[in-house]
């Protein structure tokens, strides 16, 4: 069993930046896939960036490409989400995921463990 906790979520202004964290329990986090969805009110979660195992390939969505970098520890167990030069579009729910597939077929669907999800607020 893996249990994944957020961390770093909150109120921004457009422009501005966050870090989110996800510390994951477990003593095989560095064998897996991690990533960050995230889900806007009344939609379906959608896919943000994936980082591999050992962290060499990664992957972004054409909507967060050049403004958020996936970064992982794996002595700290943790996979962290820089965001710069957030949006007020950025607002969502954001969730830390585990995955046992490759970074790049990282889905809802492909996806083991979830976090318990951080809010991300982005003000115009």
């Known amino acids: 069993q893996v249990q994944l906790v957020e961390s770093g979520g909150g109120l921004v202004q457009a422009g501005g930046s966050l870090r989110l964290s996800c510390a994951a329990s477990?003593?095989?986090?560095?064998?897996?896939?991690m990533g960050w969805f995230r889900q806007f009110p009344g939609k379906e979660r959608e896919f943000v960036a994936a980082?591999?195992?050992?962290?060499?390939?990664?992957y972004y969505a054409d909507s967060v490409k050049g403004r958020f970098t996936i970064s992982r520890d794996n002595a700290k167990n943790t996979v962290y989400l820089d965001m710069n030069s957030l949006k007020p579009e950025d607002t969502a729910v954001y969730y830390c995921?585990?995955?046992?597939?490759?970074?790049?077929?990282?889905?809802?669907?492909?996806?083991?463990?979830w976090g318990q999800g951080t809010q991300v607020t982005v003000s115009s």
């Open positions: 995921a585990l995955g046992s597939y490759p970074p790049h077929t990282l889905r809802v669907a492909t996806t083991n463990y």
């Open positions: 980082i591999s195992a050992g962290g060499g390939t990664i």
């Open positions: 477990g003593r095989t986090f560095s064998t897996y896939t």
